[in-house]
C-alpha cells in the first residue's frame, strides 16, 4: 500500500520560501509511470494543482505559480519536494503531496494527509 | 484554461436518496480525463471516479460517473450517513494540466 507523508515548516514568513517534502512508502518513488504532484486548499476553498514532477526530473507547473515553483526529487530518499518563493498570505493553505498513476487517466489515486502551512510574520 | 463549474453548491438530502452532482466543462474535454474525489473535514481528497465512469479501487458500487464532452455527472444512489462530504470534479488538460470544480457539498437535510 503506497502512503504519502508531507513534512515542514508550518510557518513561513512573509517573502520567505515555503519548503515542503513528501516521503512515500510502500514503493519506489521512481517505480511505475508516477507523477508527483504537489495541491493546495486554502481553508474553507477549493483545490489547486501546484504542478508534478516526474522520475525522470520532468516538471509541470500551473503558470499562475510558475515563477516561484520549484518541484524536485531525491530517489535515495524516496521523497520529491516543493519549494515556493516570496510567500505572502494568499499561499497560506494545506498542502497536499499526490501520485497520478497514468498521466492524468487515473486521476490521483494516493493523497497524503496534508500539511498545514501559515504564511505569517 | 479550461474551467470546471459544478452545480448545484449544496445539495440537501437525506439518507437514502438519490445524490445527482454535476460537473460542466468550458470546454469539450475527454472523458478519459474526468475525475471525481470526496473529501470529508480535516481529510485529504478521496479518489471515487477516473475515466469519467470508471469507480476506483474499493469505491462502492453506489457511485456513478457519466457524461462526456462539457457535461459530467456523479451519481450516488442510495445516500450512506459516510457519504455527506463535499464532492470535486477534477479535470487533465492543457494548461494548468490540472484543475478542479468548485465543489458540490452534500449535507444532511
Known amino acids: 500500500q503506497v502512503q504519502l507523508q508531507e513534512s515542514g515548516p508550518g510557518l513561513v514568513k512573509p517573502s520567505q520560501t515555503l519548503s515542503l517534502s513528501c516521503t512515500v512508502s510502500?514503493?519506489?518513488?521512481?517505480?511505475?509511470?508516477?507523477?508527483w504532484n504537489w495541491i493546495r486548499q486554502p481553508a474553507g476553498k477549493g483545490l489547486e494543482w501546484i504542478g508534478r514532477?516526474?522520475?525522470?526530473?520532468?516538471?509541470n507547473y500551473n503558470p499562475s505559480l510558475k515563477s516561484r515553483v520549484t518541484i524536485s526529487v531525491d530517489t535515495s530518499k524516496n521523497q520529491f519536494s516543493l519549494k515556493l518563493s516570496s510567500v505572502t498570505a494568499a499561499d497560506t493553505a494545506v498542502y497536499y503531496c499526490?501520485?497520478?498513476?497514468?498521466?492524468?487517466?487515473?486521476?490521483?489515486?494516493?493523497w497524503g494527509q496534508g500539511t498545514l502551512v501559515t504564511v505569517s510574520s | 484554461e479550461i474551467a470546471l463549474t459544478q452545480s448545484p453548491g449544496t445539495l440537501s438530502l437525506s439518507p437514502g436518496e438519490r445524490a445527482t452532482l454535476s460537473c460542466r466543462a468550458s470546454?469539450?474535454?475527454?472523458?478519459?480525463?474526468l475525475a471525481w474525489y470526496q473529501q470529508k473535514p480535516g481529510q485529504a481528497p478521496r479518489l471515487l471516479i477516473n475515466?469519467?465512469?470508471s469507480r476506483a479501487t474499493g469505491i462502492p458500487d453506489r457511485f456513478s460517473g457519466s457524461g462526456s464532452g462539457t457535461d459530467f455527472t456523479l451519481t450516488i444512489s442510495r445516500l450512506e450517513p459516510e457519504d455527506f462530504a463535499v464532492y470535486y470534479c477534477?479535470?487533465?488538460?492543457?494548461?494548468?494540466?490540472?484543475?478542479f470544480g468548485p465543489g458540490t457539498k452534500v449535507d444532511i437535510k
Open positions: 499526490a501520485r497520478d498513476p497514468e498521466d492524468g487517466y487515473a486521476g490521483f489515486d494516493y
Open positions: 510502500g514503493g519506489s518513488i521512481s517505480g511505475g509511470r508516477n507523477y
Open positions: 514532477i516526474y522520475t525522470s526530473g520532468t516538471t
Open positions: 470546454q469539450s474535454i475527454s472523458s478519459s480525463y
Open positions: 475515466g469519467a465512469s
Open positions: 477534477q479535470q487533465h488538460g492543457s494548461s494548468p494540466l490540472f484543475t
